[in-house]
Every structure is written in structure tokens, then in C-alpha cells.
């Protein structure tokens, strides 16, 4: 089954600890791409990559890394989390960029 | 700044009314994408639209690209429970280099039994 899986669904940290959510997409897609959906303000785009070993910054990358090592992984890396980067956030992946996107399920993450 | 401003944000309507949702921009958009997104889960596409005027049909679902491409419409006839959730417009900015898609704050539809 064509998917997009990110781990884990739901986090409870403390500012400061470092964390890392894993995204995987089984469609070899060479666009794939993070979001932070808050309410009343959308989706915002805090990274994308368009291949292996290319990244680029969103609208809003502060706060965040990425990596993509591997074309089917885009690992989303938050060194020292803050309150304000509680949020839910959501993995995409699509052919090229522009396409159709594949969204993961969700991290909803809560940082206290 | 390119802006996506979807309206209304919330609708709550019941079974059997027809609605409509709308997504407009001062931008031109080389396409426009239509994802709904439930609770718990990521957003879906329901369709893409790329040619200005275009009308696209999705069983009660039907949805149109202004002619001048800056702007989209959604309509649903006779909502049903099932159509409840969230609606979001999605462009491709005319002169992307990024194709990065810029995504309006959407629309919480809630159709009541």
C-alpha cells in the first residue's frame, strides 16, 4: 500500500530535549516536505527536499533541521524544543514538486 | 507574499443543503489543488484543477478555476454527515521555481444529521 508514515504519532517533551520525528514514503517520490498545521494559520511548509542530499528552507524553519540521506526518509529534527513549537505536524511526499501531495498521519507535539 | 484566503472558515450546515467554499488570491496559480482533511488524519486531495475556467466534478462535489486562474470555487450539493470536515486550497504559484504549494487557512465544514 502507497503510504507515508511518521513516528511518532504523539509526543509529550520538555523544552530543551532534543527529539527527532521519522517520515518514510514507499512511492519513491523525490519531493517530500514538512508542515506545522496550527489553527486559524494552515499548513506552513518549515522544510522541503526535492532530492537526495538537497534541502531547503520553508516559511517557517527556525527552530528545525532536516536530512535526506536516503530518497524514501526525511527525518524532521527539533534540538531544543520550545513551547511554541508545539504543534501538529504533518510529512508530505509527492512525484515533483507541484504534484499531488501524500500526507503521513500526523505528530501531534506538545512541548512543555 | 502570496496569499491563499479561503472563506468562510467555519460552516455548519445540515443534511441536505448546498454549499459553497472559496479560495481566492491576487496571485496567478499555474494549478489549484482541493484536499479535505478529517480529524486524525492528514489531508487527502479530491482533485486538481489547471486550466483557467475549468469545472471539475466529483460526484456531488464540483469545483471551478476562475479564468483568470486566482481564484477557485468548491461547491457541494446536498452535504451529507460524511462531507464533514476540513477543506483546504492549494496553489502553485505561476512562476514557482520551488514548487512549493501555498496552502489557504481552510475551511471546518460541519454537515449535522
Redesign the interface.
Not at chain 1, 40 to 45: A, D, K, T
Not at chain 2, 40 to 45: A, I, K, R
Not at chain 2, 103 to 106: E, L, P, R, T
Given at each position: 500500500e502507497a503510504q507515508?508514515t511518521q513516528n511518532p504519532r504523539y509526543l509529550i517533551t520538555v523544552t530543551g530535549k532534543k527529539l527527532t520525528v521519522t517520515c518514510s514514503q514507499n512511492m519513491n517520490h523525490e519531493?517530500m516536505s514538512w508542515?506545522r498545521q496550527d489553527p486559524?494559520?494552515?499548513?506552513?511548509?518549515i522544510y522541503?527536499s526535492?532530492n537526495v542530499e538537497v534541502t531547503?528552507k520553508?516559511d517557517v524553519p527556525e527552530g528545525y533541521k532536516v536530512s535526506r540521506k536516503e530518497k524514501r526518509n526525511f527525518p524532521l529534527i527539533l534540538e531544543s524544543p520550545s513551547p511554541n513549537q508545539t504543534s501538529l505536524y504533518?510529512c508530505?511526499s509527492s512525484y515533483?514538486?507541484?504534484?499531488?501531495?501524500?500526507?503521513?498521519?500526523?505528530t501531534r507535539l506538545t512541548v512543555t | 507574499t502570496q496569499l491563499l484566503e479561503q472563506s468562510p472558515?467555519f460552516l455548519s450546515i445540515q443534511e441536505g443543503e448546498n454549499l459553497t467554499v472559496y479560495c481566492n488570491s491576487s496571485s496567478v496559480f499555474?494549478?489549484l489543488?482541493w484536499y479535505r482533511q478529517e480529524p486524525?488524519?492528514?489531508?487527502?486531495?479530491l482533485v486538481?484543477v489547471v486550466t483557467g475556467g475549468e469545472v471539475k466534478k466529483l460526484k456531488r462535489l464540483t469545483f471551478q478555476f476562475g479564468d483568470a486562474r486566482k481564484d477557485s470555487s468548491l461547491h457541494i450539493t446536498a452535504a451529507q454527515p460524511g462531507d464533514t470536515g476540513l477543506y483546504?486550497c492549494?496553489g502553485?504559484a505561476w512562476e514557482?521555481n520551488?514548487?512549493?504549494?501555498i496552502?489557504?487557512?481552510?475551511t471546518t465544514l460541519q454537515v449535522k444529521p
Open positions: 507515508v519531493y508542515y486559524g494559520l494552515g499548513l506552513r511548509q522541503y526535492m531547503d520553508g504533518f508530505a515533483r514538486e507541484g504534484f499531488e501531495q501524500y500526507f503521513g498521519p500526523g | 472558515q499555474s494549478s489543488q486524525g488524519e492528514g489531508p487527502v486531495l486538481t483546504l492549494a502553485l514557482s520551488t514548487g512549493k504549494l496552502f489557504g487557512q481552510g
